[in-house]
């Protein structure tokens, strides 16, 4: 089950990547990322645009360019990526996509979404970048399909 779009998933994979890596360099390259993750290069491109408008990442140009976080990946929570990526309409529309939605006209899944999205707020809050690279690291844990 997906709860993000592809574009939220692909930058969070780029980012956990980023973060895994930031310690060695201070930028990493767009085509690593890519290729390392097997990722479309134009896709993530798209995605990580978004991340570096919203002053989350940095971009530099040449030959040592690529992207780097603009701040300490402790001070950055998942919350924060997702609504940028998403939108900040993602936590407040229907689940089944119908106009409208709410406590006077809700839909079937209209109290399970109510609950679940509250829940997954609290979580994304609580988590950061630096967790989750941490956590990779440490447990060796993949960001690709093999």
């Given at each position: 089950?997906?709860?993000?779009?592809?574009?939220?998933i692909?930058?969070?994979?780029?980012?956990?990547?980023?973060?895994?890596?930031?310690?060695?360099?201070?930028?990493?390259?767009?085509?690593?990322?890519?290729?390392?993750?097997?990722?479309?290069?134009?896709?993530?491109?798209?995605?990580?645009?978004?991340?570096?408008?919203?002053?989350?990442?940095?971009?530099?140009?040449?030959?040592?360019?690529g992207?780097?976080?603009?701040?300490?990946?402790?001070?950055?929570?998942?919350?924060?990526?997702?609504?940028?990526?998403?939108?900040?309409?993602?936590?407040?529309?229907?689940?089944?996509?119908?106009?409208?939605?709410?406590?006077?006209?809700?839909?079937?899944?209209?109290?399970?979404?109510?609950?679940?999205?509250?829940?997954?707020?609290?979580?994304?809050?609580?988590?950061?970048?630096?967790?989750?690279?941490?956590?990779?690291?440490?447990?060796?844990?993949?960001?690709?399909q093999?």
């Open positions: 089950m997906k709860i993000f779009s592809n574009g939220t692909y930058a969070l994979r780029a980012l956990i990547f980023i973060v895994s890596k930031q310690n060695k360099q201070e930028y990493t390259s767009l085509s690593e990322v890519s290729n390392e993750l097997k990722i479309s290069f134009h896709f993530l491109t798209k995605s990580l645009q978004k991340l570096t408008k919203e002053g989350v990442l940095t971009s530099s140009r040449g030959p040592a360019g992207v780097a976080l603009a701040k300490p990946a402790d001070t950055i929570p998942l919350i924060d990526v997702v609504l940028i990526l998403e939108g900040p309409e993602y936590f407040d529309s229907c689940i089944l996509g119908l106009p409208g939605c709410g406590k006077e006209a809700p839909c079937p899944l209209h109290e399970f979404w109510f609950i679940y999205k509250s829940k997954l707020m609290q979580e994304l809050t609580k988590v950061s970048l630096a967790d989750l690279g941490n956590k990779t690291l440490q447990d060796r844990l993949r960001l690709t093999e």
